[in-house]
């Protein structure tokens, strides 16, 4: 009976510390979660390679209406950081992968950098709840704001606080 009460006691220590590895979501003023992801060429990208850029992490998906909606901001965003310390990061959770994106941005004319998360896996680590969901990086890899939902990334106040941030 002994044995048995202590190894309930060890049990509960462990899982009250930890023992349990399961990572939690992203929040604001947290460290990124880094990844490594493919890109539409199939090259490598990792988020800490980018630190010194503020970077812009969107999870999206070809098939959501409000991702649609809000690309063509992201675009006109994307166009305006040019030669700052900015990056965007256009995370696909499409489950078509490659193909299902290049066709999507042909059709629409889009030119974004656009990772590929056919799987979930950043996704998932990120907490996400659906899409779009955005995370914005400031350039010590810590998240400062997380925007669920679309919105207007190419709006004046929004470039201005995206270069502010490049300047801290």
């Given at each position: 009976?002994?044995?048995?009460?202590?190894?309930?006691?060890l049990?509960?220590?462990?899982?009250?510390?930890g023992?349990?590895?399961?990572?939690?979501?992203?929040?604001?003023?947290?460290?990124?979660?880094?990844?490594?992801?493919?890109?539409?060429?199939?090259?490598?990208?990792?988020?800490?390679?980018?630190?010194?850029k503020?970077?812009?992490?969107?999870?999206?998906?070809?098939?959501c209406?409000?991702c649609?909606?809000?690309?063509?901001?992201?675009?006109?965003?994307?166009?305006?950081?040019?030669?700052?310390?900015?990056?965007?990061l256009?995370?696909?959770v499409?489950?078509?992968?490659?193909?299902?994106?290049?066709?999507?941005?042909q059709?629409?004319?889009?030119?974004?950098?656009?990772?590929?998360d056919?799987?979930?896996?950043?996704?998932?680590?990120?907490?996400?709840?659906?899409?779009?969901?955005?995370?914005v990086?400031?350039?010590?890899?810590?998240?400062?704001?997380?925007?669920?939902?679309?919105?207007?990334w190419?709006?004046?106040?929004?470039?201005?606080a995206?270069?502010?941030?490049?300047?801290?």
């Open positions: 009976m002994k044995g048995w009460i202590c190894a309930v006691v049990l509960a220590l462990c899982v009250g510390s023992c349990n590895k399961r990572e939690e979501a992203a929040v604001e003023g947290s460290p990124a979660p880094d990844f490594t992801l493919k890109d539409l060429a199939g090259r490598p990208v990792q988020l800490s390679t980018l630190k010194g503020v970077v812009l992490v969107n999870f999206w998906a070809t098939w209406p409000p649609r909606e809000e690309i063509p901001s992201m675009v006109k965003m994307n166009q305006a950081m040019q030669g700052k310390p900015f990056q965007l256009a995370l696909s499409d489950e078509g992968g490659r193909d299902a994106v290049v066709k999507f941005f059709k629409g004319g889009v030119t974004l950098p656009a990772l590929l056919t799987d979930g896996a950043v996704s998932r680590r990120y907490g996400t709840t659906g899409v779009p969901e955005t995370f990086i400031n350039t010590k890899g810590v998240i400062m704001k997380k925007v669920v939902g679309a919105m207007d190419s709006a004046p106040e929004v470039l201005a995206l270069e502010d941030l490049g300047r801290k």
